[in-house]
Nanobody, 116 residues
Framework: QVQLVESGGGLVQAGGSLRLSCAASGSIYRIAVMGWYRQAPGKQRELVATITSGGSTVYADSVKGRLTISRDNAENTVSLQMNSLKPEDTAVYFC??????????WGQGTQVTVSS
């Protein structure tokens, strides 16, 4: 059974940096897209960034220029480098991996808290 395991969350002051990582345990058939979503208290889950197997990226407007997504296709890992963090970035961050058949795997989430 495939599981996605996130790491790297924590507490940081505004302006600081964190790096999130996500690794898949088990084999996922032809991963097409990897990404990060987040959910703040009382809000819906929202897209942060995605990256295709070819390296094409999509970012939420609110994180452009501050957060950078990357992936390692050989290792089936995806990372999110977060710089210049703001209090509004506080949320639970979820890793996503979707295969070419349209099935999505989700991680359990990792908390990111940015203090002002």
């Amino acid at each position: 059974q495939v599981q996605l395991v996130e790491s790297g969350g924590g507490l940081v002051q505004a302006g600081g940096s964190l790096r999130l990582s996500c690794a898949a345990s088990g084999s996922i058939y032809r991963i097409a897209v990897m990404g990060w979503y987040r959910q703040a208290p009382g809000k819906q889950r929202e897209l942060v960034a995605t990256i295709t197997s070819g390296g094409s990226t999509v970012y939420a407007d609110s994180v452009k220029g501050r957060l950078t997504i990357s992936r390692d296709n050989a290792e089936n890992t995806v990372s999110l480098q977060m710089n210049s963090l703001k209090p509004e970035d506080t949320a639970v961050y979820f890793c996503l991996m979707g295969n070419v058949r349209g099935y999505n795997y989700w991680g359990q989430g990792t908390q990111v808290t940015v203090s002002s």
